[in-house]
């Protein structure tokens, strides 16, 4: 299996002039600062197709089809993410070198970053260890997404965790930091809720993310769970910033229901009282409980288990905290220890 690498992705595409592009083959009217023409995907009466070339992206006010060049080339020219990452490759043209306007250990670089990656490559933690640059999360606009403010996540949670827009690739898009709190990559969320027909991932990493080496949100709260000798974890970040609504701040985010050996090295560094596993109902107890065997040895493992079916089906894979306060607090008092 092979896997690109986002990063570069999202630089080919700034290489792409989308309006430009466009303008080849469609009308286009100008309205203050964007340009709009027909949708082509319905009746559409008044144009309701946009183009930002500030942003040098796509939005139709009518169907809500949305993003960047490759997501253009897919909805309207009806290509697959594959045929698309083609083309703009060509349209930028970085697959000639020589053609490239930047210095040439540069397009060397970027040359690399776009060539497939294989599963050895991906994997191989030597090549995945850069510490980046704080400024890489200029690119991305400190906004609290309204459909997680709607979900009851208070704004004022996720500018701790330094949740952003990514209005290029329409994702939601935070932070992720090694255990020595380096800045290790940005870790994005789509934010199309038909993301399994556009052929997009529902997580994009900006980074090879090899081995989790680390828990999201273990920066911010690493003061609080060694105060209260106990941390919870859960499997994603929208479910931790729930809990912490309601006063669970000591919470980190293992990013999958399984502990890998790295993440279980670290819970062992910390010499915790208790560990609370809180991962969505779709989880097996028995795969927690192998998966904890070695930390059961040092400290009190206990589970956040729905054996009552308040989340209803597992099929679902629903948190913990997503049928609210009430409900989490059941589960939570009555968490089993393993
Ligand atoms: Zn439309």
Redesign the pocket.
């Known amino acids: 299996m092979l896997k690109y690498d986002n990063d570069a992705i999202i630089e080919l595409c700034s290489k792409v002039d989308l309006l430009e592009y466009a303008s080849q083959s469609m009308d286009f009217k100008q309205k203050s600062d964007d340009y709009f023409t027909n ?1 082509s ?2 009746i ?1 009466k008044t144009p ?2 946009s183009i930002s070339p500030s942003k040098n992206f796509f939005y ?1 006010f ?2 809500g ?1 949305s993003g960047n060049i490759i997501n253009w080339l897919m909805e309207y020219e009806d290509l697959t993410f594959h045929q698309a990452l083609e083309k703009v490759i060509k349209l930028s043209g970085v697959s000639d070198i020589s053609k490239l306007n930047l210095k040439q250990p540069d397009a060397l670089l970027l040359f690399k970053k776009i060539k497939k990656l294989t599963e050895e490559e991906y994997y191989n933690k030597e090549i995945i260890r850069d510490i980046l640059d704080k400024s890489i999360l200029d690119e991305y606009i400190i906004e609290s997404p309204q459909e997680w403010i709607d979900e009851g996540i208070d704004p004022l949670i996720m500018r701790k965790y330094n949740i952003r827009i990514d209005y290029n690739a329409n994702r939601i898009v935070y932070p992720v930091y090694d255990k020595n709190f380096n800045l290790i990559g940005v870790k994005g969320r789509t934010r199309y809720k038909d993301y399994k027909e556009r052929n997009l991932m529902k997580y994009q990493n900006y980074y090879k993310i090899g081995t989790t080496n680390f828990f999201t949100g273990m920066k911010e709260n690493i003061d609080v769970i060694k105060k209260k000798n106990e941390i919870i974890i859960f499997e994603g970040i929208k479910s931790g910033m729930k809990a912490e609504n309601w006063g669970y701040d000591n919470w980190v985010a293992s990013e999958t229901s399984h502990l890998n050996d790295e993440q279980i090295q670290i819970l062992l560094e910390m010499r915790l009282k208790n560990i609370i596993i809180a991962y969505d109902n779709d989880v097996e107890l028995q795969k927690i409980t192998e998966n904890t065997t070695m930390l059961r040895k040092f400290t009190n493992v206990f589970v956040v288990y729905d054996n009552k079916g308040l989340l209803g089906k597992k099929a679902d894979k629903v948190s913990p905290v997503d049928l609210g306060k009430e409900t989490w607090e059941i589960l939570f008092n009555e968490r089993m220890k393993i």
Do not use: A, F, P, V
């Open positions: 949708c995907k319905h559409d309701s197709l139709c009518s169907c089809r």
